[in-house]
């Protein structure tokens, strides 16, 4: 698995919990600033191979995080050589490194943190030099032995402070040599329990009226790392935890300004397991946290908010509120977070929020067991955007929510009284003004497939009510463009819509109501070719093998949107190959068959606005290759996978240009057996992964990005999910790749 990226703002986070993550090699080159690599790893043995990483400017930052027997046997090797480095580990396990961990960071800056639960958590010895400015290592260890080698220290120059407690039989055997040599470092611990805090919270604030004060209730409320680096007036951060365990994986939160304010309070066994990274550059920030439940946020939620008034509450009654990561970023004034979940698991999947401007506002009130299992991506860029979510269901979201709402008087609210509210992705993109989106639904699975509205000007309304078992099963898209736009659902029967209720309204005054109930709709083949703008396809399928033979769409220009839900064996067998060249290319798959694109379904859209989303709830959802190729800007790939074997032969994808999405969701046990290639060369990349299937991808992955803002993002929760190498190179600025994999072996 190399990647290799040349430029600034690099990011690659590692999450797995399986038994062997990384079997073959992850080497990492990054040249430029801003480099943040990030491991989290509960398996056996994470990154068999060595895992190299060799970054030679600013900003670089690695973080391990194992809970796993051996986490990297082979030798992990990182030398940066300039500014901003930071080494973190973690490890709950017996041998978290056996082989040597090298580390040499020539430059300011340097941050090497260790925190081992285990027997020997780093038996070779961990060598680290770090000749400049700012460098501050913390150990604090609860386990018999926690580094049997030597762990040498020497930090040069000013506002270090080292404090250690330790309440185990023998710490640190060999000799720990710390030397910090100047002034204005405060840190502040008050627990009431056994061990509140058994990983390290570092917190370093640079500057006036810095205060963290603790107070636990609870057996171990931080387990994993707490990072806060604030480094301007006015910081406070306030913890008070009443459960067992609330923050298990680590919380960075960096926020550079004036009046900062943190606190948590948490009722749950534990709140939030994975890294919660929290990173405001401005005034007035806010960040609270109440969670009643278990497990409130498992996964890492990363927060990013880069101006004032910048508020952030949480509060979780469930179990487990947010299990896969939740990434929000606004930056500007007046953001408000709020969080209220009373479910087992309110947001297993990421949520991620990315809201540019003022007087945003975003509640969540969950009832349910797990209210959003996918990723809810929700990014609003201007003034007075609300977003309320209450849910009475089991399972509200499972998959992914993404909303997009880009200016003024934008309000989404959610009430689901069902037990699977919208189990695959809803998405709503609103462009414009007095924007209110409201659900209630009171059946058992009220939108099972994913519900995509994109309304771009002012006044609208879209109401759901249902009040049957399954309302929605296939996916409901929904884009109207003008003022005024109401759609209302009330539904009682079984199953209203089983097969793709699609709505595009473009003026104003619209209402649309659906009540269907059959079984098949288009047994044999449906060719389309239209060459021109306002194309639409639209496939229903509610048979054994809708469509055996090839269907083959060629559209050449803009507005294209092809949509597949399959209910039966085999839904296409042959080869679908669609080949769109121009903006504004949408492609979504949702599959329920056994076997449901056995052939190579090449897809090659070359401009701008492509969108290929899939869905498979069947055994094979793509046995064969499927290229994608898209060499424009804003291109966005989407994969989510419920069955066995999603995609076998190798998936290719080139985008070229800004704008670039892949995400990728797989429930099945073999997702991509092939390997998958994708290659952007430009701006804004984004790739995600997320497989709950036993082996995603078998063959190696390659990714190869070369310019600003790539992200990749892996979570799968299968046994084996990338066995063959996965190589990436990103050449240039804002690279982040995120794994979180929860399967015997990952990757």
Same mark, same amino acid.
């Given at each position: 698995m190399l990647q290799r990226n040349t430029k600034q703002k690099f990011t690659t986070q590692y999450e797995t919990g399986v038994y062997d993550a990384i079997r073959n090699r992850s080497l990492r080159r990054n040249t430029k600033q801003e480099f943040t690599t990030q491991y989290e790893t509960g398996v056996y043995d994470a990154i068999r191979n060595r895992s190299l990483r060799r970054n030679t400017k600013q900003e670089f930052t690695t973080q391990y995080e194992t809970g796993v027997y051996d986490a990297i046997r082979n030798r992990s090797l990182r030398r940066n050589t300039k500014q901003e480095f930071t080494t973190q580990y973690e490890t709950g396990v017996y041998d978290a490194i056996r082989n040597r961990s090298l580390r040499r960071n020539t430059k300011q800056e340097f941050t090497t943190q260790y925190e081992t639960g285990v027997y020997d958590a780093i038996r070779n010895r961990s060598l680290r030099r770090n000749t400049k400015q700012e460098f501050t290592t913390q150990y604090e260890t609860g386990v018999y032995d926690a580094i049997r080698n030597r762990s040498l220290r020497r930090n040069t120059k000013q506002e270090f402070t080292t404090q250690y407690e330790t309440g185990v039989y023998d710490a640190i055997r060999n000799r720990s040599l710390r030397r910090n040599t100047k002034q204005e470092f405060t840190t502040q611990y008050e627990t009431g329990v056994y061990d509140a805090i058994r990983n390290r919270s570092l917190r370093r604030n640079t500057k006036q009226e810095f205060t963290t004060q603790y107070e636990t209730g609870v057996y171990d409320a931080i387990r994993n790392r707490s990072l806060r680096r604030n480094t301007k007036q006015e910081f406070t951060t306030q913890y008070e935890t009443g459960v067992y365990d609330a923050i298990r994986n680590r919380s960075l939160r960096r926020n550079t300004k004036q009046e900062f304010t943190t606190q948590y309070e948490t009722g749950v066994y534990d709140a939030i397991r994975n890294r919660s990274l929290r990173r405001n550059t401005k005034q007035e920030f806010t960040t609270q946290y109440e969670t009643g439940v278990y497990d409130a946020i498992r996964n890492r939620s990363l927060r990013r908010n880069t101006k004032q008034e910048f508020t952030?509450?949480?509060?979780?009654?469930?179990?487990?509120?947010?299990r896969n990561r939740s990434l929000r970023r606004n930056t500007k004034q007046e953001f408000t977070t709020q969080y209220e979940t009373g479910v087992y698991d309110a947001i297993r999947n990421r949520s991620l929020r990315r809201n540019t401007k003022q007087e945003f506002t975003t509640q969540y009130g969950t009832g349910v067991y797990d209210a959003i299992r996918?990723?809810?991506?929700?990014r609003n860029t201007e003034q007075e955007f609300t977003t309320q979510y209450g849910t009475g269901v089991y399972d509200a979201i499972r998959n992914r929510s993404l909303r997009r709402n880009t200016e003024q008087e934008f309000t989404t609210q959610y009430e689901t009284g069902v037990y699977d509210a919208i189990r695959n992705r809803s998405l709503r993109r609103n462009t414009k003004q007095e924007f209110t989106t409201q659900y209630e639904t009171g059946v058992y699975d009220a939108i099972r497939n994913r519900s995509l509205r994109r309304n771009t000007k002012q006044e609208f309304t879209t109401q759901y009510e249902t009040g049957v078992y399954d309302a929605i099963r296939n996916r409901s898209l929904r884009r109207n463009t003008k003022q005024e736009f109401t759609t209302q659902y009330e539904t009682g029967v079984y199953d209203a819509i089983r097969n793709r209720s699609l709505r595009r309204n473009t003026k104003q005054e619209f209402t649309t109501q659906y009540e269907t109930g059959v079984y098949d709709a288009i047994r044999n083949r449906s060719l389309r070719r239209n060459t021109k703008q306002e194309?639409?396809?639209q496939y229903e399928t509610g048979v054994y093998d809708a469509?055996?033979?090839?269907?083959?769409?060629?559209?050449?220009?803009?507005?294209?949107?092809?949509?597949?839900?399959?209910?039966?064996?085999?839904?296409?067998r042959n080869r679908s190959l669609r080949r769109n060249t121009k903006q504004e290319?949408?492609?979504?798959?949702?599959?329920g068959v056994y076997d449901a694109i056995r052939n190579r379904s090449l897809r090659r859209n070359t401009k701008q606005e492509f969108t290929t989303q899939y869905e498979t709830g069947v055994y094979d959802a793509i046995r064969n290759r499927s290229l994608r190729r898209n060499t424009k800007q804003e291109f966005t790939t989407q994969y989510e996978t419920g069955v066995y074997d999603a995609i076998r032969n190798r998936s290719l994808r080139r985008n070229t240009k &800004? #704008? *670039? +999405? =892949? %995400?990728? $969701? @797989? !429930? /099945?046990?073999?997702?991509?057996?092939?390997?998958?290639?994708?290659?952007?060369?430009? &701006? #804004? *990349? +984004? =790739? %995600?992964y $997320? @497989? !709950? /299937?036993y082996d995603a991808i078998r063959n190696r992955s390659l990714r190869r990005n070369t310019k600003q803002e790539f992200t990749t993002q892996y979570e799968t929760g299968v046994y084996d999910a990338i066995r063959n190498r996965s190589l990436r190179r990103n050449t240039k600025q804002e690279f982040t790749t995120q794994y979180e994999t929860g399967v015997y072996d990952a990757i």
């Open positions: 952030t509450q949480y509060e979780t009654g469930v179990y487990d509120a947010i996918n990723r809810s991506l929700r194309f639409t396809t469509i055996r033979n090839r269907s083959l769409r060629r559209n050449t220009k803009q507005e294209f949107t092809t949509q597949y839900e399959t209910g039966v064996y085999d839904a296409i290319f949408t492609t979504q798959y949702e599959t &800004q #704008e *670039f +999405t =892949t %995400q990728y $969701e @797989t !429930g /099945v046990y073999d997702a991509i057996r092939n390997r998958s290639l994708r290659r952007n060369t430009k &701006q #804004e *990349f +984004t =790739t %995600q $997320e @497989t !709950g /299937v």
